[in-house]
């Protein structure tokens, strides 16, 4: 159809008013000529999807744009505004969106005239690209190593277009589109391109649930945070920096300072890397107000606390806050683990209080579980989850239980990844065969990073809620290194040890003093089966999801798996936890299950999961 529309007896334009993208971009490139406005875009996303353009873009691009520009673009799947899109020659000119239309038929009018040379396009197209040998081999050769880098082996979009490029660079246009074809068909039927768009579709569906959340509130005028550490310095510097005012309360000064020192380096580092101006960073600054009592605080519609991980402290904290607060303020906690029900006792307006679950680092992580208590009313959610909006924050509302959704799925891997350590498995091979699946850190890792103190504590609220399938049996590997004073990357030791390299940049190290630590709690050493290794801690973290499906803690498998990836890093091309048991088909995913069934509670499939196995339904 496209190349019909190339072929047609008289010029043609591409008049392009907003986003032009995969398709769209590829139906402009079959006109003879574009015209942009400045506020468009243009650009190949098909990668992300896990595919690559298949609309005649791979051939198009390069006759038009040049391989290295069109290898850019399609190989990294970003947007171009109108500037680089002509500065690269995608485009023609760029003209207010205003005088678009009227622009368009005047070079219409000048094609048609002779002015312009509108067959001479065509021409361009439908030929091989201009590049003689030495120069399609450089081109290539450094556009190969740049994107297996970039991209890596479980993302293979990327090189597929290019070797799709290169093969047909030499061809003309009938030729490549057919080269073309045979590519985009080999990389649209893989399970990584299935997890891709899945993930796209996904982050659309939770994207317009926390749309019609927040349209139901008005917008947050005035923010609060309780508590300036680490948690509540972050949260306060994302609303200053998001536009919303912020008392930032704590009871010692030095919290209150290292709170505004923290908010003055990221601020000082988007001004470095130009992103902001000055007088943004002083602004953003001027908008945290930090104080050591509740004067000014009934001014604030939201009110986050984040103070020490205690409940004795943190319901004291609360009560006394509410005394502070208009009647209608809405007040959260970011506890990890304590339930929003529980916290909800020591208030007088329970209705008015949920939990807002932010992870670490505030700024960089884009999630925001949103936990709705037993009395949480629908207008607080839907404060809460337009306050996390505006912080450009994706909320997922989920409801009250041990954990929440991320920590109580996370914790069962974990626990998994004790036991084998306890059986003789070496620490460092697991997480290298967890790394090889896709995970971004392996499970030691992981735990040095976010804290072994944190999660030893929360490893045990977790068992003791679900002491069935989370209870602890013995000193696991996690204890030990608590009990070492081994803390992780916070004090520079844990399952590694953390030291500056000659640059002094700090790099993750074995030591040896970590297996006589954990010799005396685990078993001979044992080796075990990469693939064993996987099923044993990915099965445990996805029975958990389908019992905390079954019990409406979340409502649906796209938010599970968004949650997934974007709480802790679940490998995007597996798409979730939901998609990985599609793409291992249901009933294959309970057989293997059913092989470990001897090791506990945490692998018995749930009845909903073994109905679904027994009439092939899938989760999507
Ligand atoms: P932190 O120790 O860094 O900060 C706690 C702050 O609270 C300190 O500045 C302390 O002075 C202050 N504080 C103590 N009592 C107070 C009171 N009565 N009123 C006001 N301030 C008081 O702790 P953090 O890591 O920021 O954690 C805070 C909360 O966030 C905890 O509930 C934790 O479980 C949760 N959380 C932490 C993480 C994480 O990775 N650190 C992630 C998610 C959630």
New binding site residues.
């Given amino acids: 159809l496209f190349n019909r529309l190339e072929d047609l007896p008289f010029p043609t334009i591409a008049a392009i008013n907003g986003f032009a993208l995969g398709g769209g971009f590829e139906l402009a490139l079959a006109c003879d000529f574009r015209l942009i406005a400045d506020k468009a875009a243009v650009g190949f996303p098909e990668v992300k999807l896990g595919i690559i353009p298949g609309y005649g873009g791979t051939v198009r691009a390069p006759r038009v744009m040049g391989v290295d520009n069109a290898l850019k673009w399609i190989c990294t799947g970003k947007h171009a505004k109108a500037g680089e899109a002509l500065s690269l020659a995608a485009v023609d000119g760029i003209v207010a969106v205003d005088k678009l239309l009227q622009s368009s038929v005047k070079m219409l009018l000048d094609a048609r005239s002779g002015e312009l040379n509108y067959q001479a396009r065509r021409a361009e197209k439908s030929q091989p690209v201009w590049l003689n040998d030495m120069e399609r081999t450089m081109a290539f050769t450094a556009a190969k190593a740049l994107v297996s880098q970039q991209a890596g082996p479980d993302y293979p979009a990327p090189m597929t277009a290019l070797k799709a490029i290169e093969k047909h660079c030499v061809m003309d246009r009938d030729g490549a589109s057919q080269v073309e074809i045979e590519h985009f068909v080999d990389i649209a039927f893989t399970d990584v391109a299935a997890s891709l768009v899945g993930l796209f579709l996904n982050e659309q569906a939770v994207a317009k649930k926390a749309r019609s959340h927040a349209k139901k509130a008005e917008k947050v005028q005035h923010a609060a945070v309780?508590?300036?550490?680490?948690?509540?310095g972050g949260i306060a510097y994302q609303s200053a920096v998001k536009g919303i005012p912020v008392l930032m309360?704590?009871?010692?000064q030095q919290?209150l300072d290292?709170g505004m020192q923290e908010a003055s380096q990221l601020l000082g580092k988007l001004v470095e890397r130009g992103k902001i101006p000055v007088k943004k960073m002083a602004e953003s600054l001027n908008r945290i107000d930090p104080t050591l009592d509740y004067a000014g605080i009934d001014r604030a519609d939201v009110i986050v606390e984040?103070?020490?991980?205690n409940p004795a402290?943190?319901k004291s904290?609360l009560a006394e806050c509410e005394k502070h607060l208009q009647d209608n303020a809405v007040l959260c906690?970011?506890?990890?683990?304590i339930r929003i029900t529980e916290l909800a006792g020591a208030l007088a307006r329970p209705e008015n209080f949920c939990g807002m679950?932010?992870?670490?680092p505030v700024h960089k992580m884009p999630l925001v579980e949103v936990i709705r208590g037993e009395q949480t009313s629908d207008e607080t959610i839907a404060r809460v989850v337009a306050y996390a909006s505006t912080l450009g924050k994706t909320p997922i509302v989920v409801n009250d239980c041990a954990g929440f959704l991320v920590n109580r799925v996370l914790f069962p891997y974990l626990a998994a990844f004790n036991q084998l350590v306890h059986e003789g498995a070496d620490f460092q091979v697991i997480d290298r065969a967890m790394e090889k699946f896709g995970w971004p850190m392996g499970p030691a890792y992981l735990l040095d990073v976010?804290?072994i103190d944190?999660c030893v504590h929360a490893a045990g609220v977790l068992a003791e809620a679900f002491p069935d399938r989370m209870g602890i049996t013995h000193t696991t590997a996690m204890q030990a290194m608590f009990d070492a004073d081994r803390l992780g990357q916070k004090n520079s030791k844990g399952f590694y040890q953390y030291v500056p390299d000659k640059r002094g940049r700090i790099q993750k190290t074995p030591d040896e003093d970590v297996g006589k630590l954990l010799q005396p709690h685990v078993n001979a050493a044992k080796d075990f089966d990469g693939q064993d290794i996987v099923d044993r801690l990915m099965i445990p973290l996805c029975l958990e999801i389908v019992r905390c499906l079954d019990e409406g803690i979340v409502a649906s498998p796209a938010e599970a798996d968004m949650a997934l990836i974007m709480g802790i890093g679940f490998p995007m091309f597996r798409g979730g936890a939901c998609r990985y048991m599609n793409t291992l088909g249901v009933n294959e995913f309970c057989q293997r299950a059913e092989e470990f069934s001897g090791l506990g509670e945490q692998y018995k499939v749930p009845d909903s999961l073994q109905a679904m196995a027994k009439e092939g339904r899938n989760f999507y």
Wanted: proline share 0%.
């Fill in positions: 309780l508590g300036a550490g680490i948690m509540g309360k704590d009871v010692v919290g290292a984040a103070v020490v991980e402290v943190k904290v906690s970011n506890t990890s683990t679950h932010f992870f670490n976010v804290g944190t």
